[in-house]
Structure formats: structure tokens, C-alpha cells
């Protein structure tokens, strides 16, 4: 198992930018895929970003396409979303998660077998 809390959610304009961050802990993290999700009131948990356990590979939602990159440092057993020119929209809870499996790249959420408790993400219009 593994334990995982995000920080750098907060308050931001529209067109401004935020950097999340994940720290891990409890299980190897860099054998493994993570990602990012996010989740808006009365909305579906969204598939935002994710990166392979080597970060030679990256994956995003049509969302946020073009404006978020994901990156990760295993020295420091740590992921990063950059996000870029926000949107009222982007507005929800954001939620790290790690893959369930060694070795594997794939971005379902059920592909994702521990979460973060989320961080607060709320752009101004």
C-alpha cells in the first residue's frame, strides 16, 4: 500500500497557473504509473493526466490538453501537475492517484488502486 497527499491546491484567477503536488510514501513509487483526477460537485471523477513509472510517457484529458504537464521526480517519490492558463471550469477537487499495478500504463480509474485525499482547486472568473 501506499499513502498519498497532494498539496498546492488553492484560490487563482482565471488565465492564472497553480503547480499541485503529490508525495508519496509506504510502497516503491517508482515502479509504478501515477495520475492525476479530478473531481467537480455533482460531477464524475475526471481523468486529467497521467505518467508512467520511468516518466517517459505522458497522457492528458482533452480537458486540459495543451495547458497542464505532469512530471515526476522518484528521488523524491513525488508527482507535479503544472497548470497553465486555468479555467473557471477547472474548478474541482484534484486527487493523486497511483496505478495498481507495477509496470503498467493505462488511465481508467479503476486502473488506480490508491488515491489522495484531494486538493482544492478553485479558479475565479
Known amino acids: 500500500q501506499v499513502q498519498l497527499v497532494e498539496s498546492g491546491g488553492g484560490l487563482v484567477q482565471a488565465g492564472g497557473s497553480l503547480r499541485l503536488s503529490c508525495a508519496a510514501s509506504g510502497r516503491t513509487f517508482n515502479n509504478y504509473t501515477m495520475g492525476w483526477f479530478r473531481q467537480a460537485p455533482g460531477k464524475e471523477r475526471e481523468f486529467v493526466a497521467s505518467?508512467?513509472?520511468?516518466?517517459?510517457?505522458?497522457r492528458y484529458g482533452d480537458s486540459v490538453k495543451g495547458r497542464f504537464t505532469i512530471s515526476r521526480d522518484n528521488a523524491k517519490n513525488s508527482v507535479y501537475l503544472q497548470m497553465n492558463r486555468l479555467k473557471p471550469e477547472d474548478t474541482a477537487v484534484y486527487y493523486c492517484a497511483q496505478h495498481s499495478f507495477q509496470y503498467r500504463f493505462r488511465q481508467n480509474p479503476f486502473d488506480f488502486g490508491s488515491w489522495g485525499p484531494g486538493t482544492q482547486v478553485t479558479v475565479s472568473s
Open positions: 505518467i508512467d513509472w520511468s516518466g517517459g510517457s505522458t
